[in-house]
């Protein structure tokens, strides 16, 4: 709720941390991050881009699961891939994944599930 007020933004910075503390030894990039955001917000300069995708909506078809950003389009990192997207079916039970990026679009698919839980 606080980023509904006026003159706030946020910075994600869970891809900079380790798994196990949520205080990212990285505080360069995260300082970074936050002047982007800030830079964006105070001084208005829109040709910069000041966060990752945003979540706009959700859509089920078959066995995948259709996720639409508004922003910057998502990516993944350079030789990294997509990993670690689990989906469950009908009957509960989650499976890992195929995450594609098409566009401002992530589709998560598995072939293990025929229809998506909702």
């Known amino acids: 709720m606080a980023l509904s007020l ?3 933004a946020m910075s994600v910075n869970i891809d900079l941390g380790e798994a196990n503390d ?6 360069k990039d995260v300082g970074y991050r936050l002047a982007l955001a800030s830079r964006r917000l ?11 995708p945003v979540y706009q909506s959700m859509k089920t078809d078959g066995n995948r699961i259709i996720l639409t950003f508004s922003g910057s389009a998502p990516v993944a990192k ?3 891939g997509l990993k670690f997207f689990a989906i469950a079916g009908q ?3 989650f499976v890992w994944g195929m995450p594609v ?6 589709e998560v698919s ?3 599930i025929d229809n998506l839980l909702r």
């Open 6 to 8: 006026p003159n706030t």
């Open 22 to 27: 949520i205080h990212p030894v990285n505080k």
């Open 42 to 52: 105070a001084y208005g300069e829109r040709n910069l881009i000041a966060s990752g």
């Open 78 to 80: 350079s030789g990294g």
């Open 91 to 93: 009957d509960k039970k």
């Open 101 to 106: 990026i098409k566009g401002h679009t992530l």
């Open 110 to 112: 598995s072939p293990a």
